[in-house]
């Protein structure tokens, strides 16, 4: 079973036709990384690798992980884009 964030990541990446691949390569990602984040109970991504994410869907970082806290979003910010 998926957590809520795999969902909605699984949910806006087949929105928007973009392949698990594709994602995953632009986020500097493995794409079995993306798979285990998309469908594992278990996963655990660091909040640098949630902010590639979303930045890679552009969607904010609280459409992808509205659990985040504000501090964290401020850090978000800080962050390089993707290469």
């Not at 640098?48 to 609280?62: F, G, K």
Request: aromatic residues 4%.
């Amino acid at each position: 079973m998926a957590t809520a964030l795999g969902n909605r990541l699984r949910t806006m990446r087949l929105a928007r036709g973009i392949s698990r691949s594709s994602v995953a390569r632009s986020a500097g990602l493995d794409p079995a990384q993306l798979f285990r984040i998309e469908n594992a109970d278990n996963a655990t991504p660091t909040f640098s690798t949630v902010a590639r994410l979303a930045r890679v869907l552009e969607v904010s970082l609280d459409e992808l992980a509205p659990t985040v806290g504000d501090d964290d979003y401020a850090r978000l910010q800080e962050l390089p884009g993707p290469e």
